[in-house]
């Protein structure tokens, strides 16, 4: 398997989460492509830890649906899973439409501001084609929603099956099919503001039922696994 070029990349703390999140960001942005045979002394290697925290991070990203795990042999990054996707969208999507209903009651002018900000940093992002801004930034945006929520198992619903649709959403933001998300965003932000919850809840379906034309494609370009 290929070792990213940065090495002992994890803190000493949390190893088991940092392991977790670097191999995930890894998987995410496509470093370890769809297919990829993982190796955990490899990747203990890479991130300098132990086997362990990286064998529970891999158990972690099973999950998740990043990892598939045959016990004895092998363990691979998943291959685009065209049902897969289509679950974690709908899921996905349903989450985001309830952190809008629960949030949207209390939200306040400075995370109104929080959104409006990262929206800004995402257009940014496209016109430089900046990929992983992009992506952090669709992430802080709708962050702010999810955090104003205080729904805890939303948050957990949410952190399982989002990296999943990071990957393809790394293609959308990639091509021009991305910058329509900008003014999408513009549109949630005008009906929180208007304190309109069913508009705002509509207009978060619209944009992440953006993903669906690319289900298809993503599956072609990564290799099919219905």
């Known amino acids: 398997m290929p070792i990213p070029a940065r090495a002992g990349v994890v803190a000493r703390s949390l190893l088991r989460d940092d392991a977790f999140r670097a191999i995930r960001d890894a998987i995410v942005n496509g470093t370890l492509a769809p297919g990829e045979r993982l190796n955990d002394g490899d990747l203990a ?3 300098g830890v132990s086997r362990t925290p990286v064998r ?14 045959r016990p004895g ?3 691979m ?8 996707l289509r679950g974690a969208q709908s899921v996905t999507t349903a989450m985001h439409e309830l952190a809008v209903r629960e949030a949207l009651p209390n939200l306040s002018t400075a995370e109104l501001d929080a959104m409006r900000a990262a929206n800004a940093r995402f257009a940014r992002a496209l016109r430089d084609d900046d990929v ?5 930034a669709d992430d802080d945006f709708h962050g702010v929603l999810v955090g104003a929520s205080a729904n805890a198992a ?8 989002t990296p ?5 959403e790394r293609l ?3 091509s021009l099919s991305g910058r329509g998300s900008v003014a999408q965003h513009e549109r949630i932000i005008a009906r929180c503001a208007a304190g309109d919850v069913e508009g705002a809840v509509a207009a978060t379906r619209a944009n992440w039922q953006t993903l669906a034309p690319l289900l298809d494609t993503a599956i072609d370009a990564g290799g099919p696994d219905t």
């Open 77 to 84: 990054v998943s291959p685009l899973d065209l049902r897969a």
């Open 132 to 136: 992983d801004a992009a992506v952090a």
């Open 164 to 168: 999943a649709l990071r990957r393809l």
């Open 45 to 47: 290697q890479w991130l």
């Open 56 to 69: 529970e991070a891999l158990t972690r990203l099973e999950e998740a649906g990043l990892v598939r795990t």
């Open 172 to 174: 959308r933001f990639a």
């Open 154 to 161: 939303l948050r957990s619903v949410l952190d399982q099956f």
């Open 73 to 75: 042999r092998y363990t």
